[in-house]
Nanobody, 122 residues
Framework: VQLQASGGGLVQAGGSLRLSCAASGRTISNYAMGWFRQAPGKEREFVARVSSIGGRTFYADSVKGRSTISRDNAKNTVYLQMNSLKPEDTAVYYC????????????????WGQGTLVTVSS
């Protein structure tokens, strides 16, 4: 599976962005998908995931209520809509695919995209 993340950019605090993760090489409809982020000087952290079965979603507390993960299986694409952005949301955002787990832990993702940079100015 190849994953291509896009949609990052520079936005003012309080603004919104929608990140996209386009998959190729294999259909992702049967796989759980997740978003992670890594801020400068910090470790990568989990942001959100959507399961393959039932489309159940799960969010990190830091983005809960401000972000929505969704998937369009017809387009083989996963999205992350982020609203009310804060400077602390500044990071490189990565999408990932878990082939073997319906509700993967952070270390259970098998394929990763290259990342898209989100910068939130104050």
């Amino acid at each position: 599976v190849q994953l291509q993340a896009s949609g990052g950019g520079l936005v003012q605090a309080g603004g919104s962005l929608r990140l996209s993760c386009a998959a190729s090489g294999r259909t992702i409809s049967n796989y759980a998908m997740g978003w992670f982020r890594q801020a400068p000087g910090k470790e990568r952290e989990f942001v959100a995931r959507v399961s393959s079965i039932g489309g159940r979603t799960f969010y990190a507390d830091s983005v809960k209520g401000r972000s929505t993960i969704s998937r369009d299986n017809a387009k083989n694409t996963v999205y992350l809509q982020m609203n009310s952005l804060k400077p602390e949301d500044t990071a490189v955002y990565y999408c990932a695919c878990a082939v073997y787990s319906y509700y993967p832990n952070s270390n259970e993702y098998d394929y990763w995209g290259q990342g898209t940079l989100v910068t939130v100015s104050s």
